[in-house]
């Protein structure tokens, strides 16, 4: 399997509900990034959680990181319709403390919100 | 919008064409990006540019060849592609190279088909 794996692939929800992706990795990291994804358009990034950190928030976006499990989720609070898109998680791996220099992308997880 | 523009947004081009992608931003960022995306995928990284310097190449076939010709700009010049090679091609800029934490800014992407 891959570094960045996400689960589930794919998920659909009711406007309000709360929508939660999981990420998992394999190797150590300096940080752990989420984007989004529209159809055909470019990434928007949403959040960066170091490593040495637990939780960070952003408005409806809530990020946990768990670094002995290597495993990361996104929840996204009281969703809307335009919360639908692609999620993908993304880690830069590094060795000894230094960063590899390299952003490695998870599979996924295509959200879709029905109004 | 994105503050990372992309030109064009479509390419067809046959096996025996020449052509060239481009990116442009203006934020100031040192680090730049060429990323590769097939559909229903996540993104692959091909190139790093840091400080104008290339400093990073995934094992990228030499049909592909980027160039940056300053620190605002960044091209990939494509020759006698292969039609495996459609894809959407991201490009991205970072105020400085991953091991900073420094988020990516992602453009829209040019759409490529070869044929």
């Known amino acids: 399997s891959q570094q960045g794996e996400e689960d589930p692939q794919a998920l659909s929800i009711q406007e309000g509900e709360n929508a939660t992706m999981n990420c998992s990795y394999k190797t150590s990291i300096n940080n752990l990034q989420w984007y989004r994804q529209n159809s055909g358009r470019g990434l928007v990034h949403l959040i960066l959680i170091r490593s040495n950190e637990r939780e960070k928030h952003s408005g409806r976006l809530r990020v946990t990181l768990d670094t002995s499990k290597k495993s990361s989720s996104l929840l996204i609070t009281a969703s809307r319709a335009a919360d639908t898109a692609s999620y993908f998680c993304a880690t830069d791996e590094s060795a000894g403390g230094t960063s590899y220099g390299k952003l490695t992308f998870g599979q996924g997880t295509i959200l879709t919100v029905h109004p | 919008d994105t503050e990372v523009t992309q030109t064009p947004k479509h390419l067809v081009m046959g096996m025996t064409n020449k052509k060239s992608l481009k990116c442009e931003q203006h934020m100031g960022h040192r680090a730049m990006y060429w990323y590769k995306q097939k559909a229903k995928k996540p993104p692959e990284l091909m190139f790093v540019?840091?400080?104008?310097?290339?400093?990073i190449n995934e094992s990228v076939p030499s049909r592909f060849s980027p160039e940056c010709p300053n620190s605002s700009l960044l091209n990939l010049h494509l020759h006698a592609l292969q039609p495996e090679d459609s894809a959407l091609y991201l490009c991205?800029?970072?105020?400085?190279?991953?091991?900073?934490?420094?988020?990516?800014?992602f453009g829209n992407g040019t759409r490529l088909t070869v044929t």
């Open positions: 991205a800029s970072s105020q400085d190279t991953y091991g900073n934490n420094s988020p990516l800014h």
């Open positions: 540019y840091s400080y104008e310097k290339l400093s």
